[in-house]
């Protein structure tokens, strides 16, 4: 049991990991900038990882034992729209929680969350050692604060874990990101809300995804038992095709659906496959992802159909099992 402290605790990887270390935590508070909602016990720090004094006087006061750094900017688009802010949030936000965690007279372990977007593209599963090269705000952003664990590489008494996520999901995501883009849009078709016309960027690249329930699991294990200054990916090590996934939304809900393919959507060079290994992660925790494909859909589906009967009303941006690609 430990003292668990989570930034960026209200967003969506954040609530599932609040969720999660629930009851596994003797105690638990989280940063956010509002909203930290009220989980029995949950400590909530109104902290902007920016603010680099009130940052020190939260971590100071709650002194935990493990630190969950989630705090960041993460969409791309608003990360190319406004680079200064997001170069602010996830380099110099970073630098405050790493510099007040660790100076601390016990400092906690810390898990960085970065991404798989700072790796070059790849025709074989991305390892921890595979090339770099960030090509976009966001990505570059992590890499940097990737490399502020060089600072205290050499502090024994704590130690901070990397870990790059590929592609998760779940309920409670944004729109902003495809698949629950593609729940939503079925679930507003379903509810007589819209035609039964799919608004989508490129349906035939293919993607690593996760379900956030098995996420949170890893980066806990890996807090537990990832070695000290070491990078780990989070990922299934399967990729699935947008399209293939569109087929299991159409079998779930029983409608035929037309892709509209928009423009906006689709992202110039962007890489047809991204798969991840997920080796290292599995040799040091003994984790597996535990959340099959067709249970994230339906489940995401089941969360949209919720918030639309409940007057939601959120703006934003995706087959059958046997469809995915195991990466050699």
């Not at 901070?160 to 996520?165: F, H």
């Not at 890996?222 to 090590?237: F, K, P, R, T």
Request: charged share 20%; with cysteine; hydrophobic share 40%.
């Amino acid at each position: 049991m430990t003292r668990a402290l989570i930034t960026g605790g209200a967003g969506f990887v954040g609530s599932h990991l609040v969720s999660f270390l629930n009851d596994r935590a003797a105690e638990l508070a989280v940063f956010a900038t509002s909203n930290c909602g009220k989980a029995p016990g949950l400590h909530c720090y109104e902290v902007d990882v920016r603010d680099a004094i009130a940052v020190r006087s939260a971590i100071h006061d709650f002194r935990p034992d493990h630190l969950y750094h989630l705090a960041a900017v993460s969409s791309v688009g608003f990360a190319q729209e406004f680079p200064r802010v997001t170069y602010e949030v996830n380099v110099l936000g970073t630098l405050n929680v790493l510099e007040a965690a660790m100076d601390l007279p016990q400092p906690p372990r810390i898990l960085n969350v970065s991404t798989a977007q700072v790796y070059a593209p790849s025709k074989s599963p991305l390892r921890e050692d595979s090339p770099l090269a960030p090509d976009n705000p966001y990505a570059s952003s992590k890499a940097m604060a990737e490399l502020l664990r060089v600072t205290y590489a050499n502090n024994r008494a704590a130690g901070i874990v990397t870990v790059r996520s590929f592609n998760h999901v779940g309920p409670g995501q944004s729109p902003d990101f495809v698949l629950s883009s593609i729940a939503k849009q079925f679930a507003e078709i379903e509810a007589g809300r819209r035609a039964p016309r799919l608004q989508i960027g490129n349906a035939h690249v293919k993607r690593d995804f996760t379900d956030v329930r098995d996420v949170v699991r890893a980066y806990s294990s890996l807090l537990d038992a990832g070695a000290h200054n070491e990078i780990y990916n989070v990922c299934s090590g399967r990729s699935w095709a947008i399209s293939r996934l569109i087929d299991e939304f159409q079998s779930i809900t029983g409608l035929e659906v037309v892709l509209d393919v928009q423009s906006g959507k689709v992202r110039p060079g962007e890489v047809n496959e991204i798969c991840g290994d997920p080796a290292k992660l599995r040799d040091a925790t003994g984790w597996e992802p535990a959340i099959p494909i067709s249970t994230t859909i339906r489940d995401l589906l089941e969360y949209w159909r919720s918030a639309i009967r409940h007057g939601a009303h959120l703006e934003g941006f995706a087959g059958s099992q046997a469809t995915a690609i195991v990466c050699p």
